[in-house]
């Protein structure tokens, strides 16, 4: 029987970084789980992030999921190591992808980091940098606007560019080359972000770096599939709105859908 990865994210966000998956890992199977009914998560409590983060796991766990990506930069933020200690399977976030890859590019040791309040606030990227390379600095930023416009499907117009001018202006003065997008929406944004940013800026897209990960754990213990191994299978569940997820969704995959199942947690 083939066993599939199971991803979790706050809601929509976490596509981008499934995509990266499938893009990575086409013969995989895999089962996401988009906790709509409670996003957002960036400006929940860390207590309130673990509740969640647990639950969603214990979803996906009845799977027979042989791996669980946690898609959310705030729920990586908060409770990566409880949930690698506590469940019986491989655990990947994507705070230590994206950290890992900014310090290998940056020749300046200047690193900027956006994501949610809570990402933010947790250090959790902070803490990630500074414990392969102490004397590289870190600047951050919470944009938390960008999800909303992201949502709305404003990528590219006057609003957005004014929203990420305003964000990003003091990060950018601090002459960072490498900036984390530590959020699932913003890769989205990249072409923005950019043009704001300069081309001696590299963004750092944690869903991709992420997706490499999960491809060296999945090799590491002999279990990643190959197309060859037959047709993959990909299933969407969500707390809330499916239509909704279906609509929005498809804007962050490139594909469209053709089912999500509501779920109740609690059941
Ligand atoms: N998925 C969340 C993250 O990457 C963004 C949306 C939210 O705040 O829940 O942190």
Redesign the pocket.
């Known amino acids: 029987m083939k066993r599939a990865i199971g991803i979790f994210?706050?809601?929509i966000?976490?596509l981008t970084v499934l995509k990266e998956i499938l893009n990575a890992m086409p013969g995989e199977d895999t089962i996401y789980l988009g906790d709509t009914a409670r996003?957002?998560?960036?400006?929940k409590s860390a207590e309130t992030v673990m509740r969640y983060s647990f639950e969603n796991a214990k979803f996906l766990l009845k799977f027979d999921i042989k791996l669980l990506v946690v898609?959310?930069?705030?729920?990586s933020?908060y409770c990566l190591p409880q949930l690698k200690k506590e469940l019986p399977i491989p655990v990947v976030g994507?705070i230590e992808p994206g950290a890992k890859k900014a310090v290998e590019v940056t020749k300046a040791k200047r690193i900027g980091v956006i994501?949610?309040e809570?990402?933010i606030r947790s250090g959790a990227y902070f803490d990630a940098i500074k414990a392969i390379d102490l004397s590289i600095a870190v600047f951050t930023q919470p944009c938390?606007l960008f999800?909303p416009l992201v949502e709305e499907g404003w990528i590219n117009n006057q609003i957005v560019r004014l929203t990420a001018q305003t964000y990003l202006q003091d990060i950018k003065g601090h002459w960072i080359d490498a900036l984390i997008l530590?959020?699932?929406?913003y890769p989205l944004l990249k072409g923005v972000i950019s043009d704001i940013m300069g081309e001696n800026v590299m963004l750092i897209d944690s869903g991709r770096e992420t997706a490499a990960e999960v491809a060296r754990c999945l090799m590491d213990r002999n279990i990643l599939k190959t197309i060859s191994s037959g047709q993959s299978s990909h299933q969407f569940f969500v707390t809330d709105s499916p239509e909704r997820f279906k609509q929005v969704g498809s804007r962050f995959m490139g594909a469209s859908f053709n089912t999500v199942e509501l779920v109740n947690l609690g059941n």
């Open positions: 994210d706050s809601g966000g976490g996003v957002p998560y960036g400006t898609a959310c930069n705030t729920a933020a994507v994501g949610t809570g990402t938390p999800v530590g959020y699932t929406h």
